[in-house]
């Protein structure tokens, strides 16, 4: 069994969440996961965390409709081959029926989870490809996705120094409120 102490980053056995440990007692642990939530479980469903470095799976095939021939000639016999061009998106919707086909079996904060985990995945997506403006929806509901997104651009601002702007999307293209424009700079 592995041993634990506070301020060890852990990830939960069978599920996607990963923090810190804040607090340990004999059969459970508590932890901050990633989005600032804390969280209690016991800890047979803890495991300490690896280096992401070492699960990272790089894509090196080239989409068959990327291979471009050249014009045939007797004597060239080369393919020329474009590398890795992938289309960036520069929006995303992220309505739970959008991400995923069943939602019924899911909680509130679980359908926040995966969204915010979408969100997540999408906004480093565009920093590695150096985009400069990107729309989050969100819809308008009560407002829970809303203060979370902006919650993590904040943090992500201040924690990471990234440069960055968010403001309410175009009414006129999104509707009041129901999404985010986020600027990028530097």
Do not use: W
């Amino acid at each position: 069994m592995q041993t634990f102490k506070i301020g060890d980053k852990v990830a939960v056995l069978h599920d996607t969440i990963k923090g810190e440990i804040v607090e340990l007692s004999t059969a459970s642990v508590k932890m901050e996961d990633e989005d600032g939530f804390i969280r209690s479980y016991p800890l047979h469903k803890i495991v300490l965390q690896q280096s992401n470095t070492a699960y990272k799976i790089e894509s090196k095939f080239t989409p068959k409709d990327k291979v471009i021939q050249p014009i045939s000639k007797p004597h060239a016999r080369k393919k020329t081959v474009v590398k890795n061009v992938a289309v960036v998106r520069t929006e995303i919707d992220l309505h739970i029926e959008e991400l995923m086909d069943y939602t019924t079996h899911l909680a509130n904060y679980e359908i926040v989870q995966i969204q915010m985990t979408a969100c997540r995945a999408f906004v480093q997506d565009a920093l590695a490809a150096r985009l400069k403006k990107i729309v989050v929806i969100h819809g308008k509901g009560e407002g829970v996705l809303k203060s979370e997104i902006h919650h993590y651009l904040d943090r992500l601002a201040n924690n990471n120094g990234i440069q960055l702007d968010y403001y309410d999307a175009p009414y006129n293209q999104y509707g009041m409120g129901g999404a985010t424009t986020i600027s990028f700079y530097g």
